[in-house]
C-alpha cells in the first residue's frame, strides 16, 4: 500500500496559479490511478481530478475545474500534480491526494472514500479574491 504526502497549497489571488504535488511511497506507483478531491469549509469532499494507471493520458475532470486544471503523473518520481490555473474564491479548500489500483480515471470519480486505497494529510489551497 501506498503512503501519499502533499505539498505546493498556499494563499493566491484570484487569477492566479498554483501547482499541487502528491509523492506516493512503495513500489508500483505506476499501478495506481490518482486523484485529486478537495473540501471547502463547511462542505462535503468532492472530486476534482482523475488520472488512470499507467499514463497521463488518461484522465478526468469534475465540471467545476475542467479547462482550469490539469492533472498528470510522473511515474519514475512517483509523483502526481495538479496544475490549477484561473483560481477563482470558490476554489478554497484543503486538497487531498488519493490512490486506488488498476481503475480508469472516470472510475476514481465515482468512488466513495472508503473505496480508495490510500489518502494524503491534505493541503491548503486559500484563494483570495
Known amino acids: 500500500q501506498v503512503q501519499l504526502v502533499e505539498s505546493g497549497g498556499g494563499l493566491v489571488q484570484a487569477g492566479g496559479s498554483l501547482r499541487l504535488s502528491c509523492v506516493a511511497s512503495?513500489?508500483?506507483?505506476?499501478?495506481?490511478?490518482m486523484g485529486w478531491f478537495r473540501q471547502a469549509p463547511g462542505q462535503e469532499r468532492e472530486f476534482a481530478a482523475a488520472v488512470g494507471w499507467g499514463s497521463s493520458s488518461n484522465t478526468y475532470y469534475a465540471d467545476s475545474v475542467k479547462g482550469r486544471f490539469t492533472i498528470s503523473r510522473d511515474n519514475a518520481k512517483n509523483t502526481v500534480y495538479l496544475q490549477m490555473n484561473s483560481l477563482k474564491s470558490e476554489d478554497t479548500a484543503v486538497y487531498y491526494c488519493a490512490a486506488r489500483k488498476f481503475i480508469a480515471a472516470q472510475t476514481m470519480s465515482g468512488l466513495n472514500s472508503n473505496a480508495l486505497d490510500a489518502w494524503g494529510q491534505g493541503t491548503l489551497v486559500t484563494v483570495s479574491s
Open positions: 512503495g513500489r508500483s506507483f505506476a499501478t495506481y490511478a
